[in-house]
Structures are given as C-alpha cells and as structure tokens.
C-alpha cells in the first residue's frame, strides 16, 4: 500500500475493525466532499473551498495520504488569503488524482 496507516492504527491501537471502519467512511465521504469542492473552486467560492479542504485535511492526514494533506493545508491558505484561483485549482486537481489513487487502495484494502 502507498500509504501508510501509521496514525490510524496508533489511534485504533492496531484493532483492524476500527481502521475498516474509519477507511469505509472516508471511502463514503471524502468523493461527496472532494466533488463539492471541486464545485466550489469552480464558483469560485472561497469560503466553501476553505471549508472543504479543511474537513478533507485531516482524514488525509490520519489515512497518510501526505501529499493531499499537504494540498489542502495549502488551499485552506489560498482560499483565507491571496484568493489565487489558478493556485487552488493546481492543487486541486493534483489531490483529486492522488484520491483517486487512495480510493483504489483503499477500496482494495477492504476487500
């Protein structure tokens, strides 16, 4: 796996029930959160861009997906300051592909 379960499994002390768990609600929430934020940098509303690259951030961050971890920390920056639309969509469309990647694996994982 390219990712690493390290937190979780710090958090869960291991215990595979809880990290199935947690993978399948990110696997339930994280598409619904990645697509309104797609629309929300499309309407360029930056409040509800920061909004769901906050509450994208730290599952990336528990599931070790760094780079979209990263990405988010980064559009949560953007969307609160400069409002650099190019930017955001940059960083966008970077941590879509690597969610996409992370779905996969994790749908995997599951099985």
């Known amino acids: 796996m390219k990712y690493s379960l390290d937190k979780l499994n ?8 809880f990290n199935a768990s ?3 609600t990110f696997l339930l929430e994280t598409p619904e959160d990645l697509a309104k934020l797609q629309k929300s940098v499309s309407n360029k509303e930056f409040d509800l861009i ?3 690259a906050h509450k994208i951030k730290p599952n990336a961050d528990l599931l070790g997906i760094e780079t979209v ?3 988010m ?3 949560e920056g953007h969307a609160r300051g400069d409002k ?10 970077e941590a879509e592909s690597e969610l996409q990647n992370a779905f996969s694996e994790f ?3 599951l099985r």
């Open 84 to 93: 650099d639309i190019d930017a955001i969509n940059s960083l966008l469309k």
């Open 10 to 17: 710090e958090l869960s002390g291991g215990d595979n029930e």
């Open 50 to 52: 920061y909004q769901f």
């Open 107 to 109: 749908k995997a994982y």
């Open 73 to 75: 920390l980064t559009m």
């Open 22 to 24: 947690v993978i399948e």
């Open 69 to 71: 971890r990263e990405h």
